[in-house]
């Protein structure tokens, strides 16, 4: 069992928790993960996919004006200190942004997911 997969309380089978990229932002969502073998579905629990989902909402709606200010700002300090910065830092910040998501993503605890058509007997 390494970071990047766990295993199946079902069959034992180790299951990936990032299959693509969109899974690294999705996974705290609310994004259903499941095992191949069994088909088994795992997700994160109910209160870290609200907080999380408010979160990515928060930040699509701020995102803009927060971006202008630390662009206004960064350019003030700029022109004072005479530092001649470019497309570096906003490729460092991305990066790093990925980075974080990522280890998020890893660390989340998965629950196995209990729809109702599974427990009806389909």
Do not use: Q
Request: charged share 20%; aromatic share 12%.
């Amino acid at each position: 069992m390494s970071l990047l997969t766990f295993k199946c309380s079902n069959c034992g089978h180790d299951v990936t928790k990032i299959n693509s990229f969109k899974d690294i932002f999705t996974i705290k969502t609310g994004k259903k993960i499941v095992c191949k073998n069994c088909e088994s579905e795992y997700k994160v629990e109910k209160l870290i996919s609200k907080i999380s989902y408010f979160y990515a909402l928060l930040m699509s709606v701020l995102f803009p004006f927060v971006w202008l200010a630390l662009t206004v700002l960064i350019d003030k300090v700029v022109n004072v200190y005479n530092l001649h910065l470019g497309i570096e830092v906003w490729l460092f910040a991305a990066i790093l942004y990925i980075c974080i998501e990522v280890i998020v993503a890893l660390i989340l605890p998965l629950k196995k997911y209990e729809n109702e058509e599974n427990l009806n007997g389909k």
